[in-house]
């Protein structure tokens, strides 16, 4: 993409001062379904975004589009938005010379790793799954390599630059025993591929998959509860998003007027980390400024908001480095978080809860999860735990609460981190009495 043409006709039509920011990835996928390659695909995909002051208003623009034509069409909608928009203040747009930390998102191995060897190891999977045991009927196994490429540059001669890849494997399963149906499902995501183990995840997912026939509800009443890593991921980071300055600012937010308060458990230390050495990492925001290693949550007690440059200037700050894009707009958005892991293993979590339940998938959180308040009732799976071991599967359950008052209720944070797709990195959590509505 020439974005020289695209600032020239910026510039020729009195928008200044004026910032892109370009992205192009490419990708190639495998899907297998028992024996047999249902897909296998390339695609390549771009996409920018346009800010500008157009007599002292501010417009953006954004589009899938990078043919020669974009430039009139970003240059109309700019000019047309900034009638509409709110005043612009040229020192959002900053000027070259910021100190940035070089982060390395790029993996040669994960890029050249060959089409034919993802057809093949999930073709590998898929039956090995089937193979542990008989009654695994579908072994639904896909791969997935990913490389996309950033550059964010404006008027003031910023020009940043940044390349990453990954990989992505995920599975599902069904398993039938007379009439009794389960399903199961996982995902790992991974810059290097020596690093994945095949086996190790084709079998974990059988024998998960195979633990689940005869599930059943509990009886209804308070227990204390080991969430899953994925668990704590959909419990946790939409509440920190609540550290957004932004949400605070409009009173949506249910940490205004709480910082340095202690909310949650001391067990719990929470920190936004964008030089992890995973996918996430990244060394400039949507404004091109430097990113910043935070802690935001320390020892349960709220530590920082998370800003940007307009609302650091509205509250005598400095930005934290998490300017982000959304709705054609900048806000405060939370990047990569790891939770703080504790000293127990996994084991030793159910070893401490003795006998309780231990929840491994979560859903409804779309509707059944109020972020601005807090308050949760979600349906939920997992495992019942008798005398410090996992027993039988349970299902046809609902968890609810407060997210405040049950993180408040930690009872030990495990070892046992995960990686997960949702930007998070988190171990296990244990948490103290949590109510269960059963049969």
Not at 69 to 87: C, F, N, R, T
Not at 180 to 193: Q, R
Not at 271 to 280: A, D, I, L, Q, V
Request: net charge neutral; proline share 3%.
């Amino acid at each position: 993409m020439n974005l020289n043409k695209l600032f020239e006709a910026a510039k020729k039509a009195g928008i200044e001062p004026f910032e892109i920011s370009y992205g192009s990835s490419k990708s190639l996928s495998a899907e297998i379904y028992n024996d047999n390659l249902e897909k296998y695909e390339s695609s390549n995909d771009c996409s920018f975004t346009a800010r500008g002051i157009y007599e002292g208003k501010l417009g953006s623009f954004s589009s899938d589009r990078v043919d020669a034509s974009v430039a009139d069409v970003m240059v109309d909608a700019i000019i047309q938005s900034a009638k509409y928009g709110l005043e612009g203040n040229p020192d959002f747009f900053i000027e070259k010379g910021q100190k940035y930390k070089k982060v390395n998102t790029y993996s040669k191995a994960a890029d050249e790793f060959p089409g034919k060897s993802m057809i093949d190891l999930s073709l590998e999977m898929s039956k090995k799954i089937r193979d542990y045991d008989k009654r695994i009927q579908i072994a639904e196994v896909g791969m997935e390599k990913s490389v996309s490429e950033g550059v964010f540059a404006n008027s003031k001669g910023l020009k940043l630059k940044s390349k990453s890849s990954h990989m992505v494997v995920w599975a599902s399963t069904k398993i039938v025993d007379g009439d009794n149906v389960e399903t199961e499902f996982d995902v790992k995501l991974f810059s290097d591929p020596d690093s994945f183990n095949s086996d190790e995840f084709a079998t974990e997912l059988a024998k998960k998959t195979v633990s689940n026939l005869g599930a059943a509800p509990v009886k209804s009443g308070k227990y204390n509860v080991v969430f899953s890593q994925s668990c704590v991921s959909s419990l946790l980071r939409p509440l920190l998003g609540q550290l957004s300055s932004f949400a605070v600012s409009q009173h949506l937010s249910l940490f205004e007027n709480k910082l340095g308060q202690q909310l949650l458990s001391s067990k719990l230390t929470v920190t936004e980390n964008p030089f992890t050495k995973t996918p996430f990492a990244s060394s400039f925001d949507r404004e091109g400024m430097p990113r910043q290693k935070k802690v935001l949550i320390n020892k349960g007690k709220v530590n920082t908001f998370l800003y940007d440059l307009e609302m650091a200037k509205k509250d005598g700050t400095s930005t934290t480095g998490n300017a982000s894009f959304s709705g054609g707009s900048i806000r405060p958005g939370l990047g990569f978080v790891e939770v703080k892991p504790g000293k127990k293993s996994f084991d030793e979590l159910l070893e401490q809860i003795g006998n309780g339940l231990y929840i491994d998938s979560l859903a409804g959180t779309g509707t059944g999860y109020n972020t601005q308040s807090g308050d949760y009732s979600l349906q939920a799976s997992g495992y019942l735990i008798e005398n410090g071991k996992l027993s039988r599967p349970v299902t046809l359950i609902t968890v609810a609460g407060n997210v405040l008052k049950e993180i408040g209720k930690i009872i030990a944070v495990g070892s046992d981190v995960k990686l997960m797709t949702s930007a998070i990195q988190t171990p296990s959590i244990a948490i103290r009495k949590l109510s269960v509505s059963g049969n």
